[in-house]
């Protein structure tokens, strides 16, 4: 994945100011276009797209300090009017495209990203790989902003304002595995983009033709594997943690990929004020 990751950067560098096919060209890499986004994501920080536009602009103010037109210096970069540009100048930059022609700067330069792979051995990640049959997740669900660390206070208040005696009415609804109640994640974006929105589901999985109450939301699942790590620590620190170790570390070094569908957390155990857990992280995967 390391090399995939390479490639696309240097496809990008060549071709940063024509529209780019992240599918096509994830599938000449041999693998997929939401895992190509998610890996890239998970290991520089910030979304494909975001990083594409840094660089523009990045090319751009060495242009936008010469004496081009600002409309050839647009359209060079693939915007098709100068106000367009301009607000992605401004974005990156802090200050206008003529404000930098004017003064010089002030200028944020986005260095050309390389991936490298790490190996440090000082943690061991316990995995396995599970096939499951279709089956679906039913609780109760809302949207909430993605948060890469520390506690979700959307998710908070969203598990506070249930009745305790719901917990208990969902956790008895659970026929299959995952067991127990649990915490899903779906409709994440493959960038992976810090704020934006997810549907968080609080609730349980059932077997596929299992009946569900009508007032619970309902994901359906489809048949697939799924890579299941377990982590015991801080929480929801250690559980973090490994959700990034599976890009650093477990995803570029085995034969398996993300597929889209969503993410579930299980709580195995946990201390009476929640600081410590163990937890399973269920990730859908298929062979790359």
């Given amino acids: 994945m390391i090399a995939e990751l390479n490639r696309l950067v240097d496809h990008i560098e060549q071709h940063l100011a024509e529209e780019l096919d992240v599918a096509a060209l994830a599938w000449e890499l041999g693998t997929t276009e939401y895992h190509l986004r998610r890996m890239f994501s998970s290991l520089a920080g910030m979304p494909l797209s975001e990083y594409i536009r840094r660089r523009r602009m990045t090319l751009a103010a060495a242009d936008i300090v010469g004496n081009d037109r600002m409309l050839d210096i647009a359209t060079r970069y693939g915007y098709g009017s100068t106000e367009a540009f301009g607000r992605a100048f401004r974005s990156v930059h802090g200050a206008s495209p003529a404000d930098v022609r004017r003064d010089g700067g002030p200028l ?138 599976t890009a650093a570390e477990w995803f570029p070094s085995n034969p398996w990929r993300l597929r889209p569908g969503p993410s579930i957390v299980a709580v195995l155990d946990r201390a009476d004020d929640f600081s410590t857990a163990t937890t399973e992280l269920w990730m859908p995967v298929e062979r790359s």
């Fill in 108 to 245: 944020r330069t986005q260095p050309l990203i390389r991936f490298r792979l790490t190996v440090e051995g000082n943690t061991a990640m316990d995995a396995r790989i599970v096939d499951r049959p279709a089956f679906r997740l039913i609780g109760h669900a809302t949207r909430v902003p993605l948060i890469h660390a520390g506690p979700n206070p959307a998710i908070q208040e969203f598990i506070a304002s249930l009745p305790p005696t719901e917990h208990e009415r969902l956790k008895s609804l659970s026929t299959t595995e995952p067991a127990g109640l649990l915490q899903i994640t779906a409709d994440v974006s493959p960038d992976y983009a810090e704020g934006s929105e997810l549907t968080y589901l609080h609730g349980v999985a059932v077997d596929d033709a299992a009946p569900a109450p009508d007032d619970l939301d309902a994901i359906a699942v489809d048949a697939g594997s799924w890579a299941v790590f377990r982590t015991s620590g801080p929480y929801p620190a250690a559980l973090q943690e490994t959700w990034a170790a």
